[in-house]
């Protein structure tokens, strides 16, 4: 049977954390089917949290010049061709109930903040970059000119205040919905079954269930084809999952050889 890292079991990750008379988790909900690529989203985020330009690259890939989240795109508008139809959807860091990136970072620069979300502090990250391999959906990447860890925030600056993130703020056909989560979850059934009863019958919805691999995320997605054919992965799991089996075993071997080591010694000394 796996065993998980208690710390952040699935439910609430604030009360989880510590946290006393936590808020209502907050999160987004990207619907997809109304996302129209115009990438207000992407600017939004830029300007409110200062991230650098990344330059006028033409990547070749459609309209899609951003081609991944990165340290400096912590919005990404991806542009997929398909045979069948074009499918735009904007991306970021979904915020995990159970974290890796959490469990991985050696000096609390990554922290569970009071609304469930997952936010990076860049003055305590030292850049050793082990939350990077650790994040199940590849978010969190280093930037170049500094070495440290960067990725959405969730907005937790404005959030804090009341507001609404900038992305969700920005976008004008709602495609990025923002709220408190359960709400959320709500919404998004209720728009999957419409689309549904109206003969859109491939909608679904990714990254919701508290039961998947990451305890759910806090934020999910409605799709219209399988997760890998925006760039998901289909079954994300925790990455830390087995480690306390791990250092048990590696606790456990360390007794044996000190054991053995002993009676070696005691026993060329008689």
Known sequence: MTETITRYEPGEPAAAAGYVDAPPRMGFFTDTTLCIGCKACEVACKEWNQVPATGLDLL????????????????????????????MMSDVCKHCTRAACLDVCPTGSLF???????????????????????????????RRDDGRAWKCTLCYDRIGAGMTPACAQACPTESIQ????????????????LLHDAGVPEARLYGHDPADGVGGDGAFFLLLDEPEVYGLPPDPVVTTRDLPRMWRRAGAAALVMAAVTVAAFLGGSS
Do not use: K
């Open 178 to 193: 923002y709220g408190p989560l359960d709400e959320l979850r709500d919404r998004a059934q209720s728009r999957v079954q």
């Open 112 to 142: 569970r903040t009071e609304f469930g979300t997952v936010v990076v502090q860049e003055d305590i990250c030292n850049g050793c970059g082990y939350c990077i391999p650790a994040c199940p959906y590849g978010v969190i990447d280093q």
């Open 60 to 87: 070749g890939m459609s309209y899609d010049n951003t081609g991944a989240l990165t340290a400096n795109s912590w919005r990404h508008v991806a542009f997929v061709e398909t045979d069948a139809h074009w499918l």
